[in-house]
């Protein structure tokens, strides 16, 4: 694959006295790189019916008590609207832990009919949210992914490295953790109607 450029050169002349010429000249550049792939993502799913019956997964790592605590409030908020919560908590990556975790996110995708993987507030844990959602979208069932402000543009790179680039994702408030649980639990209730409106769910 090669360009094309024209370029105005300027050429200069010295025979006693100094003059330029303006002259334009086609300059072929060769780029030896592949033309870029067709971006073919993996399909995105939402419910299109009411909540009441469904089983609606939650899953968390254990590491961020603010995450754990908007767990709880949309646990209630859950059984209130007639779904049953799911909540899954994920350990870690490697070694005999991580094969555990990879049979558990499985057996729980297996359980739910929709769900929702956090908390995307750190790198390894962005990481990890996003590969469990990923997990659940492969088996056609509607996933959103949580993360912090500060991380949602790495949560949409790694989703679209894994060939999920319209993975639904909720965006919460950066900094969540540390600040008081009341405040984190008003904003959990806060972004319940948003969490039902990526999931496509009606009451």
């Not at 419910?47 to 009441?52: E, N």
Request: hydrophobic share 40%; charged share 25%.
């Amino acid at each position: 694959m090669s360009a094309h450029i024209v370029a105005e050169i300027t050429q200069l002349q010295d025979r006693g006295t100094s003059m330029s010429v303006a002259t334009r000249e086609l300059i072929r550049v060769r780029r030896p790189t592949a033309p870029p792939r067709d971006i073919v993502d993996a399909p995105a799913f939402t419910l299109g019916r009411p909540l009441a019956g469904l089983r609606v997964g939650l899953r968390h790592e254990g590491s961020w008590r603010s995450w754990m605590w908007i767990v709880e409030e949309w646990t209630e908020l859950l059984r209130a609207d007639g779904a049953e919560p799911v909540v899954l908590e994920a350990g870690g990556r490697v070694g005999d832990e991580g094969v555990k975790t990879k049979a558990d996110v499985a057996a729980w995708v297996a359980d739910i009919d929709c769900g929702i993987s956090g908390l995307g507030t750190c790198g390894s844990c962005t990481s990890n949210s996003v590969h469990d959602a990923v997990t659940l979208e492969n088996d056609a069932k509607p996933a959103i992914v949580a993360v912090c402000e500060e991380f949602q543009h790495h949560g949409r790179n790694m989703a679209s490295f894994l060939g999920h680039g319209n993975l639904k994702m909720l965006v919460l408030p950066y900094p969540l953790e540390g600040r008081p649980e009341a405040e984190i639990r008003a904003i959990g209730r806060d972004h319940y109607e948003r969490f039902l409106t990526l999931l496509g769910a009606t009451r």
